[in-house]
C-alpha cells in the first residue's frame, strides 16, 4: 500500500488543522493505521493509533482532548484533527499502515508499521 499524507501548514496556537493520509490499494479496510511525528532533535513519537475498523484507537497524552483519528475505509482514507494546537505540536507529522485482520487491533510502536507516507509539516507559532 501507498500512502500520501496532506494537510500540514502554518498556524497559530490554538487554531485547527485535520491532516488527510491517502492510500492506495483495495485493501485499505485490512490496515491498522497510526499516525506519528518527529520534531527536529527528537525520536519519531505516536500521536495515534486506529484499528482497521475503528473500533480501536489510542492517543497520546500530550494530545489526548485535542486530536481526534478517523478513518473513512470507503475513500481509502484516514485522518487525524487536531484542535487546539500548541507550539509544541510542532513537527512533521507521519501517516503508517500495517496490515491487522484483528478489529481493535492498532500499534504504537514505529517498528511495527510496514508503510509510511512522506510526511506532512505542521507548524504551529505562539
Known amino acids: 500500500v501507498q500512502l500520501q499524507a496532506s494537510g500540514g501548514g502554518l498556524v497559530q496556537a490554538g487554531e485547527s488543522l485535520r491532516l488527510s493520509c491517502a492510500a492506495s490499494?483495495?485493501?485499505?479496510?485490512?490496515?491498522?493505521m497510526g499516525w506519528f511525528r518527529q520534531a527536529p532533535g527528537k525520536e519519531r513519537e505516536i500521536v495515534a493509533a486506529?484499528?482497521?475498523?475503528?473500533?480501536?484507537?489510542y492517543y497520546a497524552v500530550s494530545v489526548r482532548g485535542r486530536f481526534t483519528i478517523s478513518r473513512d475505509n470507503a475513500k481509502n482514507t484516514v485522518y487525524l484533527q487536531m484542535n487546539s494546537l500548541e507550539p509544541e505540536d510542532t513537527a512533521v507529522y507521519y501517516c503508517a499502515a500495517r496490515l491487522e485482520y484483528t478489529r481493535s487491533r492498532y500499534y504504537l510502536n514505529a517498528r511495527e508499521y510496514d508503510y509510511w507516507g512522506q510526511g506532512t509539516q505542521v507548524t504551529v507559532s505562539s
Open positions: 486506529i484499528s482497521w475498523s475503528g473500533e480501536g484507537t
Open positions: 490499494g483495495r485493501t485499505f479496510a485490512t490496515y491498522a
